[in-house]
């Protein structure tokens, strides 16, 4: 158990708790950045976002908490319409803190679907972050089954998202996840309501996206797409195994180096360029295969063809050309500026 305030410097003291949550906000607008960047978002306007909703965030909660007694005098008497506190403070700013995420998606053009994926991704990041600090600190031990749901959800999200998982689909499973964990770890008085507003909002979320993708399914001619699709399926193979060479290849793991020339100098100069160089190019084909898996997932799932930024249809020629394409020219272009 940790202590539930910490002396830094000078005798000043801080909450424990509140050490967790500027860690945990750290690394949700880190997952943001990160997770845009490789989405191929604008890191400016991605941090734009970012730093809108978090501003939204907090000042809805302090508005609510500067008129938290006011409400409390009005409490209903209909046990559905009782209110948590602390459940208020965080439900409501959060949900008024999307506005950003729909205004400026529209207004650049951008997939709201993905953006609130990605918001999603970074809130699953902060509550493991944040529940851990509860549960080390209040020992909570019925945390530890929820914490770690989140850890394998967190996994599953950075393993499959954009490839295997539709756009959109992650923010809503992590609403319902939410209501649903809500009403078996933290089910007091007054806690339905947010948990069936959290839910109706991840239900009417994942409808309007499951709209979407039939508005938005592919054109493409079946003889066209079976064709990219063995293409595809050939370039993952040809890149696998190319990885496995290379890694086999790698002159740090030959079992002999120590004993046969670890003390000469030119030749351990000669080692470690051919390390790094090894190591740029297993990032390299580690990248194309993610895009290529990517785009096979896109096939499945009904979306190949369509521009995964802007939603527009991708040029039929540049995916002859270039069939792992998930992007238009334009917003590819866009990317590498």
């Known amino acids: 158990m940790l202590p539930s305030s910490i002396i830094l410097f000078n005798n000043f003291t801080v909450n424990t708790i509140y050490l967790f949550t500027f860690f945990g906000v750290l690394m949700w607008a880190f997952v943001i950045w990160y997770e845009g960047q490789k989405d191929g978002f604008n890191s400016d306007k991605t941090f734009d976002i970012s730093f809108w ?47 950003p995420v729909l205004i400026l998606s529209k207004r650049w053009k951008w997939s709201v679907y993905r953006l609130l994926d990605i918001l999603a991704h970074a809130y699953i990041a902060f509550s493991i972050i944040y529940l ?9 031990k019925q945390l530890v089954l929820f914490i770690s749901v989140l850890t394998v ?54 409808y309007f996206r499951g709209k979407k993708s039939m508005i938005f399914n592919t054109n493409i001619p079946n003889d066209l797409l079976k064709a990219l699709q063995a293409k595809l399926t050939a370039k993952e193979k040809q890149l696998k195994s190319s990885q496995q060479q290379l890694a086999a290849e790698d002159a740090f793991l030959n079992q002999d180096r120590t004993m046969d020339n670890a003390e000469v100098l030119d030749e ?39 521009c995964e930024i802007c ?27």
């Open 132 to 140: 851990t600090g509860l549960l080390l600190v209040q020992g909570h």
């Open 311 to 337: 939603g527009v249809p991708i040029d039929k020629a540049r995916l002859r050309v270039y069939p792992e394409a998930t992007k238009c020219i334009d917003c590819a272009n866009k990317e590498n500026i």
């Open 53 to 99: 909703v978090l501003t939204v965030f907090i000042a809805f909660n302090l508005f609510l908490k500067s008129r938290i007694q006011n409400l409390e005098i009005f409490e209903p008497q209909n046990w559905l319409l009782k209110f948590d506190k602390n459940l208020l403070l965080a439900v409501i700013p959060f949900i008024l803190s999307l506005s």
């Open 153 to 206: 959800s967190q996994y599953l999200i950075l393993k499959y998202r954009g490839y295997k998982i539709a756009s959109g689909l992650i923010f809503s499973i992590m609403l319902i996840l939410t209501s649903i964990g809500g009403l078996i770890f933290y089910n007091g008085t007054g806690n339905l309501l947010f948990y069936m507003l959290l839910f109706t909002i991840g239900v009417v979320t994942l």
């Open 268 to 306: 351990a100069i000669l080692e470690d360029n051919q390390k790094e160089l090894t190591d740029v190019k297993i990032s390299a084909i580690k990248s194309m295969r993610i895009q290529v898996r990517k785009a096979l997932g896109f096939m499945k799932i009904g979306k190949y063809g369509i």
